[in-house]
């Protein structure tokens, strides 16, 4: 499973990036995006994937939907 940042909750902070343990997470040209082929919701590292423990914005980053 991966996660996603909603474009439209993101305010481009950045606090998501250093902690990503898979450096899944990169500035996009508007805000900052995950890879959904190389995130792993921090499973195996974190108990909580750690963009969304940083992350100051409620519900901006997010489950893929399936």
Known sequence: MALY???DECISCGDCEPVC???SITEGKIVF???KKTCTE???DFDKPQCVRVCPVD???LP???
Request: glycine share 6%; charged share 15%.
């Open 5 to 7: 940042i909603v474009a």
């Open 21 to 23: 343990p898979t450096n």
């Open 33 to 35: 995006e995950i890879d």
């Open 42 to 44: 921090c499973e195996g």
């Open 59 to 61: 519900n901006c980053i």
């Open 64 to 66: 893929l939907p399936a």
